[in-house]
């Protein structure tokens, strides 16, 4: 794991650096894992933004990500 983050929706949001994977833990403990579309991007960094969603940088992947929570 590399970073995590309380999101709007109640859920905590985390990277799977080496997996190449965003997970989110419910308020329950239901952990779901999303497999992230750019291989080895390696995700780090994660953050809320106005919009509700939530972004992530995908170091390897040279790109920004994004994941709906709502």
């Known amino acids: 794991m590399s970073d995590i983050i309380a999101g709007r929706d109640g859920n905590l949001w985390f990277t799977e650096t080496r997996s190449n994977k965003i997970g989110k833990i419910t308020p329950q403990g239901k952990i779901t894992e ?3 579309p750019t291989p080895d991007s390696t995700p780090v960094g994660i953050a809320a ?3 509700g969603n ?3 940088t995908e170091a390897w992947g040279n790109k920004i990500g994004k ?3 709502h």
């Open 34 to 36: 999303h497999l992230i």
């Open 49 to 51: 933004g106005p919009d």
């Open 54 to 56: 939530l972004w992530f």
């Open 67 to 69: 994941v709906h929570t």
